[in-house]
Every structure is written in C-alpha cells, then in structure tokens.
C-alpha cells in the first residue's frame, strides 16, 4: 500500500455537476492538506487538517468543500465548479511539529471541467 | 507576492553533467528548506532538506546548499542520470507554522 492514496485519478466534470475527491493516508501521520497545482504556477495550498480540525482554509471559494471524518482520510466536494477550477489536486499528509514540514504527496487527482 | 521563486521554468543537462537548480526566497524567517521531484502523472516526493543554520546538507547524488545572506538556495545533481528528469520543486517552510510555500518549479531533462 502507498502512503497517500488520491481517488479518482481524473475525473471529468461539467459545471452543474457535484463530485468529490478522496484521499487516504496509511502512514500515521495527523495532519492532512489539500494543494492545487495549475500549469506554471506554485503548489497552491487549500486547506489543512490538523487531527481532523480545519486549520487553515486558504481564501478558497465555496464551491470547494473539505471534509475530514477522520486523521486518515480526507475529502474534497466539488459543487459548480468553473473551467478555471480544471488542475491537478494534491492531497499530502504530514506528522504535525516534525522538523523540516516534509510533506507525502498522494498522485493526483486530475480534474477536468467542461 | 510570491515567496519562493524558481526563475528557471526549464533546464537541460547532459547525463553525466552537473545538474544545478537554483531557487530564491524572500521571507527570511524561513526555518526550512525542501526540494521536492515530480515525475507526470505522480505527486512530489521528497528529495532532501536543509535547515536555516546550515550551508549545506549532501545526500548521495544531491547536495543543497543554502546562502542566507543572498536568500538563495541551489540544489546540485552530480552526476546527472536520465532518471533524474522530472519537475525540481523548491519549498520553504516556517517552524510553527504547517504550511509550506512552494516555488513554480524547474522541469529538468537530462539528455542521454
């Protein structure tokens, strides 16, 4: 098993759809995030998840929902999404207060909206 | 205001060569620093890290090296392998905080 799991990897959508993304994290660690990678831009952080409470929610518009029922496993509801909302969405976990941030990045999930 | 910056959107390196990614932060109260590998279709992994009070911190084929003065860190591959092509993500990261600020990244081919 990986350490982070990302589901689906892509996943077309049109605007008045509603999907979500999942991820699941065998590593044992207590905080969770949520980036957003868009062509030749930085990593975007979304939301962060310290033992299953939102700690940070990053100016991200509504349409996006997290959801963290528990420290290993992570959501992210999808609802009237724009085509600009079209990226490749990271999921990470990390174990809070360790030294040096390192982050364990999930593959993706590849969204695409029509 | 972009934090972290990679100037270089792409390098090209011949196998064998030294390969030399260069990033430039502006916060100085940075307390770490991380270089992050994507190959397509896979997230980042992690490569290697340097603390703020070191100038360098080697690991086999990779060796950062941080200059505080001038808010630069490089990373050096030698020698640079085929498998080494992929996006070179520099990241930085303040200690209290759980958030790490990314660079836009170097995609790095190195030609056989």
């Known amino acids: 098993e990986t350490g982070v799991t990302q589901t689906p990897r892509h996943l077309v959508m049109g605007m008045t759809n509603k999907k979500s993304l999942k991820c699941e994290q065998h590593?044992?660690?207590?905080?969770m995030y949520w980036y957003k990678q868009s062509a030749k831009k930085p990593l975007e952080l979304m939301f962060v998840?310290?033992?299953?409470?939102?700690?940070e929610n990053n100016s991200v518009p509504s349409r996006f929902s997290p959801e963290c029922p528990n420290s290993s496993h992570l959501f992210l509801h999808l609802h009237t999404l724009q085509p600009e909302d079209s990226a490749l969405y990271l999921c990470?976990?990390?174990?809070?207060?360790?030294?040096?941030?390192?982050?364990?990045f999930g593959e993706g999930s590849r969204l695409t909206v029509l | 205001d972009q934090q972290v910056k990679q100037n270089s959107p792409s390098l090209s390196v011949q196998e064998g060569r030294i390969s030399i990614l260069n990033c430039d932060y502006t916060?100085?109260?940075?307390?770490?620093f991380l270089w992050y590998k994507k190959y397509p279709a896979e997230g980042p992994t992690f490569l290697i890290s340097?603390?703020?009070?070191?100038d360098k911190n080697e690991d086999g084929r990779f060796t950062v090296f941080l200059n505080k003065s001038a808010k630069h860190l490089s990373l050096h591959i030698v020698p640079s392998q085929p498998g080494d092509s992929a996006v070179y993500f520099c990241?930085?990261?303040?200690?209290?905080?759980?958030?790490?600020?990314f660079g836009t990244g170097t995609r790095l081919t190195i030609i056989p």
């Open positions: 590593l044992g660690h207590n905080a």
């Open positions: 990241a930085a990261w303040v200690f209290g905080n759980e958030k790490l600020t």
């Open positions: 990470a976990s990390s174990q809070e207060g360790r030294a040096g941030g390192e982050l364990f």
């Open positions: 340097i603390s703020s009070i070191k």
């Open positions: 916060n100085s109260m940075f307390d770490y």
């Open positions: 998840y310290n033992f299953k409470e939102q700690t």
